[in-house]
């Protein structure tokens, strides 16, 4: 039984700084592309970073250089850490693993966790 399950989310004024973790069970969490998507209210689903199990990683303009992700395949966890954040980062945040470079594997997603960055 996949599990996964993310926390760290929280509400941080414009401008903060938020880490993100999400621990795996039920996977073999080594040996796959794991990634960060969210949600944000009236949006779609979208892939905002993707680690492979080499360690590239890869983001999408809007948060390019703003976000890091990083894994501990020793403790099953994926990590997402989140600077300069803007009001537009507002989603819940989840994480998956990643096939075809960004479709989400596993339809039995998380609950998520909050971000809400307002001033």
């Known amino acids: 039984q996949v599990q996964l399950v993310e926390s760290g989310g929280g509400l941080v004024q414009p401008g903060g700084s938020l880490r993100l973790s999400c621990v795996a069970s039920g996977i073999a969490f080594s040996m796959y592309s794991m990634g960060w998507y969210r949600q944000g209210p009236g949006k779609q689903r979208e892939l905002v970073a993707r680690i492979t199990s080499g360690g590239y990683t890869n983001y999408p303009d809007s948060v390019k250089g703003r976000f890091t992700i990083s894994r501990d395949d020793a403790k099953n966890t994926v990590y997402l850490q989140m600077n300069s954040l803007k009001p537009e980062d507002t989603a819940v945040y989840y994480c998956?693993?990643?096939?075809?470079?960004?479709?989400?594997?596993?339809?039995?997603w998380g609950q998520g966790t909050q971000v809400t960055v307002s001033s």
């Open positions: 998956n693993r990643v096939v075809d470079s960004a479709i989400p594997y596993y339809s039995n």
